[in-house]
């Protein structure tokens, strides 16, 4: 209940963010990201319904170790399906570092 509801604060904050900053001209939709929008979805998708058939089966983390590795789990599935979706790609990861590809 908790993390529901500060994501959907979250979301709410970002919408408005997102309005008055169009109106002001200081805020577009970048290309890229456009492009993308569908393969990160997905990507979280999967990540979610993992995540969600997992506490199901396993029942709800009792311990900070088991949550922590419900967490990493989610963060390597969703590593791996954004890779596969193309959601992330080489020249994303090496402009982290500030090298060109």
């Known amino acids: 209940g ?18 008055f900053l169009g109106r002001a001209g200081l805020w577009s939709l970048d290309e890229r990201l456009r492009a993308r929008a569908l393969r990160i979805a997905s990507a979280s ?3 979610g319904a ?7 089966s396993l029942g709800a983390p009792q311990d900070p170790s088991a949550l922590a590795q419900l967490c ?7 590593a791996a399906a954004a890779w596969i979706f193309g959601a ?7 402009s982290m570092g500030g090298k060109k590809v």
């Open 2 to 19: 908790i993390g529901f509801g500060l994501s959907a604060g979250a979301l709410a904050y970002l919408g408005l963010l997102v309005r």
């Open 45 to 47: 998708g999967v990540m």
């Open 50 to 56: 993992a995540l969600w058939a997992a506490q199901r």
């Open 72 to 78: 990493l789990g989610g963060l390597a599935l969703y």
């Open 88 to 94: 992330v790609r080489r020249e994303d990861l090496a």
